[in-house]
């Protein structure tokens, strides 16, 4: 079984204010993956959604279907 991380529809607000509309990837095992952008972005933002460290809003994040 190839593990895979997907996250689908993320969203994220501060203040009411959003920095993150609507992101979804997967990615598979051994895959290496960039997120590119500007300053003020939603890069870090979606990097700590998907580790956990911030609730997202909307959306969901799976690691092998669970």
Do not use: Q
């Amino acid at each position: 079984m190839t593990s895979t991380l997907s996250a689908h529809h993320l969203a994220k607000a501060y203040g009411g204010r959003p920095v993150v509309k609507d992101v979804s990837l997967e990615v598979s095992a051994g895959e290496i993956v960039g997120l590119l952008g500007p300053n003020g972005a939603g890069k870090t933002t979606c990097f700590y959604m998907i580790v956990g460290l911030v609730n997202a809003d909307a959306g969901d994040i799976r690691l092998d279907d669970r």
